[in-house]
C-alpha cells in the first residue's frame, strides 16, 4: 500500500498549483509559519488549520483504518 504523509501532501499539491508558502497561507488563512510546520511533518497541528489548507486542493482530514493487529 502507498501512503503519502500529510506533509508531503500539502508540499506536493502546493507546487503542483504553483503556489509559494507564502501565497499558501494567504490563500488558506493560516500563518506561513504554520505551512511551514505543516510541511516539515510537525506531529501536533490544529486540525481545524490543518482543513483549512486542505480545503484548498478540495481534501480534509479523515479517519484511516487501520491493521487492528498490529495495535495489540
Not at 490563500?27 to 486540525?47: D, I, N, Y
Request: glycine share 8%; net charge positive.
Amino acid at each position: 500500500m502507498n501512503t503519502t504523509s500529510l506533509s508531503e501532501y500539502v508540499k506536493l499539491m502546493r507546487k503542483e498549483h504553483g503556489l509559494t508558502q507564502v501565497d499558501l497561507s494567504e490563500k488558506s488563512g493560516v500563518g506561513l509559519r504554520f505551512v511551514r510546520e505543516l510541511e516539515q511533518g510537525k506531529e501536533t497541528l490544529r486540525l481545524d488549520k490543518v482543513n483549512q489548507v486542505l480545503n484548498l486542493f478540495g481534501a480534509k482530514v479523515g479517519v484511516v483504518a487501520m491493521d487492528k493487529s498490529s495495535n495489540l
